[in-house]
Nanobody
Framework: QVQLMESGGGSVQAGGSLRLSCTAS????????MGWFRQAAGKEREGVAV????????VYADSVKGRFTVSRDNAKNTLSLEMNSLKPEDTAMYYC????????????????WGQGTQVTVSS
């Protein structure tokens, strides 16, 4: 059974940086779609960055392009999200997710989710 565990997150002032990590366990194959999503209070969950663990491609939401970067450590089954130049509007619960027939930013495609980690950016 595939499980995801996020770490990182916290509180930071605008302009600061944070790093999130997500470790997957239980996968029996090496290339799969995995990504980061977020949900702010009162808003729908949205995709932040998704891609295959092989690194074949990574898609970023327009709102984070140039500020967020995904990196992979396949030996550790870990997907990290480096977040720079954070803005108050980045405040949200951040989730990693996997097991999707389509590797897109649409959260409805994903069937396995981590428990989430809170990111709070103050102005």
């Amino acid at each position: 059974q595939v499980q995801l565990m996020e770490s990182g997150g916290g509180s930071v002032q605008a302009g600061g940086s944070l790093r999130l990590s997500c470790t997957a366990s239980g996968y029996t194959y090496s290339n799969y779609c995995m990504g980061w999503f977020r949900q702010a209070a009162g808003k729908e969950r949205e995709g932040v960055a998704v891609g295959y663990t092989s690194g074949a491609f990574t898609v970023y939401a327009d709102s984070v392009k140039g500020r967020f970067t995904v990196s992979r450590d396949n030996a550790k089954n870990t997907l990290s999200l480096e977040m720079n130049s954070l803005k108050p509007e980045d405040t949200a619960m951040y989730y990693c997710a996997t097991k999707s027939p389509l590797c897109t930013l649409n959260p409805d495609n994903y069937n396995i989710w981590g428990q989430g980690t809170q990111v709070t950016v103050s102005s």
